[in-house]
């Protein structure tokens, strides 16, 4: 069973900086193409950000590109999420993705298979 495990949430004041983990489990971590997903109170899901699994292809959402670094570590099969210069618009759950399927596009949820149970960043003006 693939399990997706979610770390480095808080509460920070708008100008910080975080930096989310998710550890994978139960599948060949350098098979799997990552990203990381968001859900703000009463809004969609959206993309934040893709990594693939040789680390070639990287994309970001529009509104983190120059603030936000997706990285992963195949040795330790975690992938991570650095965020700096928070906004309080960054307030939401953001969700660890995994999949097997060859270029997913970055941005449709629908092409990941596997989540986490998200973890809650929250940013204070």
């Known amino acids: 069973q693939v399990q997706l495990v979610e770390s480095g949430g808080g509460l920070v004041q708008a100008g910080g900086s975080l930096r989310l983990s998710c550890a994978i489990s139960g599948r060949n971590f350098g098979t799997l193409d990552m990203a990381w997903f968001r859900q703000a109170p009463g809004k969609a899901r959206d993309f934040v950000a893709a990594?693939?699994?040789?680390?070639?292809?990287?994309d970001y959402a529009d509104s983190v590109k120059g603030r936000f670094t997706i990285s992963r570590d195949n040795t330790k099969n975690t992938v991570n999420l650095q965020m700096n210069n928070l906004k309080p618009e960054d307030t939401a759950v953001y969700y660890c993705?995994?999949?097997?399927?060859?270029?997913?596009?970055?941005?449709?949820?629908?092409?990941?298979?596997?989540w986490g149970q998200g973890t809650q960043v929250t940013v204070s003006s």
């Open positions: 990594i693939s699994r040789r680390t070639d292809i990287i």
């Open positions: 993705a995994g999949t097997g399927r060859f270029l997913p596009r970055p941005g449709v949820r629908d092409d990941y298979t596997y």
